[in-house]
């Protein structure tokens, strides 16, 4: 006899209204749009008492499948700005950037190592490394992984 599974991937669209609602009072309070629960749930349009019955049932899914995380490495000099215009390229492209971790200058320029997520790019790799590259400020961007 097969036992039921714990868990089942479900469209957002078949879920009951409360669970969404849940779900989104949960993403105010991660982001810090809302600081209490009660704030939360009020914004959500559910009780408090909902809230806490289904927190810990609710969780959106991160489909890693269509998803796609690169590591970049760019070298920019020394020099206000350089990197926030790097920033911007993968912000104005589509990229959702996960991490950056930017060593300490050395001889006038800083490696800087940026996790993105690349699935909702709107152009490909190549077009998004060249424009890195093109900004005044930066000496070299390259795919490290991905």
Do not use: W
């Not at 900004?135 to 070299?140: A, E, K, Q, S």
Request: some cysteine.
């Amino acid at each position: 006899m097969s036992k039921t599974p714990k868990y089942f991937i479900v469209e957002a669209e078949a879920l009951p209204e409360i669970f969404l609602k849940v779900a989104q009072a949960k993403r105010l309070l991660e982001t810090g749009e809302e600081t209490t629960v009660n704030g939360a749930a009020r914004q959500a349009g559910i009780s408090r008492s909902a809230f806490y019955k289904y927190k810990d049932a609710v969780r959106p899914f991160n489909d890693m499948l269509h998803g796609r995380i690169v590591t970049f490495q760019v070298v920019v000099k020394d020099e206000p700005g350089n990197l926030s215009s790097v920033l911007s390229i993968f912000a104005g492209c589509g990229g959702n950037i996960l991490t950056i971790n930017q060593n300490i200058p050395s001889g006038g320029c800083a490696a800087v190592s940026i996790a993105a997520e690349t699935s909702g790019l709107e152009m490909t790799l190549e077009e998004l490394v060249s424009a890195a590259e093109r900004l005044p400020g930066v000496v070299r961007c390259e795919v490290l992984a991905g």
